[in-house]
């Protein structure tokens, strides 16, 4: 037993898991928590806006594997964190927000910045609770660390009054267990036979890979062992290789539609796949899941395992089966091609500057290895199929919750995580306006990320929507053509304007070469592409 005043417990419990940096924006109800995790040596990452740092919290999450970790100050600072908050919950990743909170005695007495904040993010939250009795906090950090890490994971927010942040307690130095390991449940065993023996009946099998594949070792191994055509979702980008001739993106309805196996892995069957609705009702339905809610979550699946899919996965790649998938694999292939050619005749004789084209030259300069957020509509859409990250996770999306505004502090929490890794964000340029203002925490903090702004002064994924419903009487869709760049240089960073397709790699290996948070502005026709999805 030893005594140690709450925030220095706080601290020392984040360091005893292994997070070695956390994110911040300042706030005189936090003071000693920052300050304890000052004195632990953990590296302590302050923005400019409170959203950014949850989401680089996410996304720090996400890339190293450790517990994301964000300090907020009270009332505002807690607000400002909410829609972030919402997006780690949507997409499943394990975060802890820690907000401070008014002196216990002022309860009621409408001191400043006084607000009851677990209430509002009990939707959003695996657990929510304020520490106001110095006796609970090892029982309720404790809680709210594991609670991240439950089923899928998401995230927990705890608010600690500044007065409980100094009170001393007597603390035993064991610190939450953050793994657990996952066992094979008796039926589990059946079911894993019944997987193995659909997989070697099917003729039509489709595997699909939501999220939660992070560390599934024998992922690759299930997939050409058993020749399954695979479709990513945008959390899983990179799960299988690019180049993987299993690896599929752009006949995954023809596939669904055709098919008589469908695997599921930690997929949500939301809007992003039509609710199941497109699936061939001859299919048998197969989800693996570790969060239950989601195995039958707008399917009737024939088999569901609710378990860790690694260990799930693991099983079932032990098992060779005998299977001839070439035709079926061809079938893919060519609705794959057609697909593409549709894409690629907008851009024959083309003389403008086409997004398409961006896209294109975007995700070849970018290639196989570096860290991309996407932030922004169509552009984004575009350019993210055509990317070829063959690394787990490393295309950082908002997931189903569908902010914009997100790739700002995602790029910050992943270079934080991975310093000697490219990152780069991808900008349309309405997604740049929300959050654009972190390149003054890279050029502060010395982080060479390199955002490309595709400008193409529109709103352009609403205003195709907007006209589809009123042709011709569209309104608030329309940003012009603005210097993002000289904002850029001169804060301190490297920016440049691009306006013709031949420029823009010569100017990015420039900003590479600048060792400085850059930002490549190009300049695109603005042209309406079939991309939203609000009909369904
Ligand atoms: C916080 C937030 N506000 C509004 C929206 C609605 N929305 C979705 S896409 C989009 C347009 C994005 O424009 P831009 O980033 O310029 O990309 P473009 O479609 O023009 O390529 C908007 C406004 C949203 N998803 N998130
Ligand atoms: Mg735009």
Known sequence: MKKLIISDRFAEILSDIGVKSVFTLTGGHIVPLLDSCRKEQIEIIDVRHEQNAVFAAEAYSRISGKLGVAI???????????????TAYFSNVPLLVVSGRHYRRQEGKGGLQEFNHPPMVDEITKYSSTISNPKEFEQKINKAIKSCFDGRGGPSFIDIPLDVQVELINTSNKSPEIKTIATLKKSDTKKILKVKDSISKAKKPVLLIGSKVEGVKDLNKFVSQNKLPTYLSGQARGSIPFRSKYFFSRSRKHALSECDLVIALGVDFDFRLKYGEGISNEAIIITIDPDKDKLDWNIKPTVSINNSIDLIVNKLSSYTVQKDSKEWLKE?????????????????????????????????????????????????????????????????????FGSLGTGPGYALGAKVAKRNKKVFIIFGDGGFGFNGFEFDTYIRLNLPIIGIVGMDGVWNNIKTFHEAYAPGNTVADTLGYRPYHKYIESMGGYGEL????????????????????????????QVVRKSSNYDS
């Not at 907020?72 to 919402?86: D, R």
């Not at 996407?374 to 950082?396: E, F, H, M, N, P």
């Not at 823009?504 to 850059?518: C, E, M, N, Q």
């Open 72 to 86: 907020v100050t009270a009332g505002p600072g807690f607000m400002n964190s909410i829609n972030s908050i919402a």
């Open 498 to 525: 691009v306006k013709k397709p031949e420029d823009l790699i010569p100017a990015l290996k420039r900003a590479d070469k600048s060792g400085k948070a850059s930002l490549i502005n190009v300049q695109l026709d």
């Open 332 to 400: 893919l292939r060519s609705v794959e091609k057609k697909q593409t050619k549709l894409i690629d005749q907008a851009l024959e004789g083309y003389k403008g500057f086409h997004p398409e084209e961006f896209a294109r030259i975007v995700a070849q300069y970018i290639g196989k290895d570096a860290i991309v957020a996407v932030d922004g509509g169509d552009i984004v859409s575009s350019t993210a199929r055509r990317l070829q990250t063959s690394k787990q996770g490393w295309v950082l999306d908002p997931g189903p």
